[in-house]
């Protein structure tokens, strides 16, 4: 079992940066592939990014490749987003997710099983 917490969230103009952090609770956080998701408003939500165990292994959505990074400090159980160039369009909720069962989890959020509560993302043009 692990609880997620996601903070960072807020009001950013076109072009500027945030940083999104998800600390986990529990002793195990190392062995969960870890990932970020988003949902818009009228939309489904959608990956994000992910990264593996010891996040070797990252992989990104197409939309946000080159902008976004995603990456974890196992000694404080946190996984990071951070996002620069941010545009209007990744206006969402953005929810961070483990998956206990694999060593990398991919793009399918069926294949994860805690989600947080979400952090809103706001970028204004």
């Known amino acids: 079992q692990v609880q997620l917490v996601e903070s960072g969230g807020g009001l950013v103009q076109a072009g500027g940066s945030l940083r999104l952090a998800c600390a986990a609770s529990g002793r195990t956080f190392s062995r969960y592939a870890m990932g970020w998701f988003r949902q818009a408003p009228g939309k489904e939500r959608e990956f994000v990014a992910t990264?593996?165990?010891?996040?070797?292994?990252?992989d990104y959505a197409d939309s946000v490749k080159g902008r976004f990074t995603i990456s974890r400090d196992n000694a404080k159980n946190t996984v990071y987003l951070q996002m620069n160039s941010l545009k209007p369009e990744d206006t969402a909720v953005y929810y961070c997710?483990?998956?206990?069962?694999?060593?990398?989890?991919?793009?399918?959020?069926?294949?994860?099983?805690?989600w947080g509560q979400g952090t809103q993302v706001t970028v204004s043009s």
């Open positions: 990264i593996s165990w010891s996040g070797s292994s990252t």
């Open positions: 997710a483990a998956d206990g069962s694999r060593i990398y989890s991919g793009r399918y959020s069926a294949n994860y099983d805690y």
